[in-house]
């Protein structure tokens, strides 16, 4: 396989349930990403790893734990989520971090979520 | 605050012509990035801009003016499967990207 592959496609979970998202890259790349994307709104940055080391937290709730065990492969472990928290949920590469300018990120197809 | 301004949606003609505008605001500027979103899908890039001037690749071009704070995406020779989602996004002084809500392109025939 090539590329960022996420799972599962889609997750349907209750307010006490725990559950994880999966996230491969097959590019050689040192930078890992998860985002929120929520209707008609801006992608929001949750996580970074560099190296297999977090770089950035954004102030995300404690609900989402992100494990990165290696460089290629991310994980969003979700636990006592809220309704709100409903959203698509993509992981990114990138070659590094900051730096360079043209330091294109390549998706996954996401992992739509639906907390009841 | 920074910010990225994009329509939410648009609507062009199979075969015509259609300008994407984003406008900016941010805390410096280090380039600026397109990318299109089919639904269901993921983003993928299409351009980054960093010098004035436009960028032609294709069917598709991208144009930055920094003084003005703006960028567009010119689609040409539209066709149905360019119907998508087209997300700006600014990198800022401190590397950081800065992301507009996305436009939604309706293509109809």
């Known amino acids: 396989e090539t590329g960022v592959t996420q799972t599962p496609r889609h997750l349907v979970m209750g307010m006490t349930n725990k559950k994880s998202l999966k996230c491969e890259q097959h590019?050689?790349?040192?930078?890992m990403y998860w985002y929120k994307q929520s209707a008609k709104k801006p992608l929001e940055l949750m996580f970074v790893?560099?190296?297999?080391?977090?770089?950035e937290n954004n102030s995300v709730p404690s609900r989402f734990s992100p494990e990165c065990p290696n460089s290629s492969h991310l994980f969003l472990h979700l636990h006592t989520l809220q309704p709100e928290d409903s959203a698509l949920y993509l992981c990114?590469?990138?070659?590094?971090?900051?730096?360079?300018?043209?330091?294109?990120?390549?998706f996954g197809a996401g992992s739509r979520l639906t907390v009841l | 605050g920074q910010n990225i301004d994009q329509p939410t949606e648009m609507t062009a003609t199979e075969g015509a012509i259609v300008q994407i505008n984003c406008t900016y605001q941010?805390?410096?500027?280090?380039?600026l990035f397109w990318y299109q979103q089919h639904a269901g899908e993921a983003p993928t890039f299409l351009s980054y801009?960093?010098l004035d001037g436009l960028e032609e690749k294709g069917r598709f071009s991208s144009f930055l003016s920094r003084s003005k704070g703006y960028s567009y995406l010119l689609l040409k020779e539209l066709q149905m499967k360019d119907s998508a989602s087209y997300l700006c996004?600014?990198?800022?002084?401190?590397?950081?990207?800065?992301w507009g809500a996305g436009t939604k392109l309706i293509i109809k025939p």
């Open positions: 990114a590469s990138s070659q590094e971090t900051g730096g360079s300018g043209a330091n294109v990120l390549t």
């Open positions: 590019l050689g790349h040192n930078a």
């Open positions: 790893y560099s190296l297999e080391e977090r770089v």
């Open positions: 941010t805390s410096g500027f280090n380039g």
């Open positions: 801009n960093v």
């Open positions: 996004a600014v990198m800022d002084s401190n590397y950081q990207l800065i």
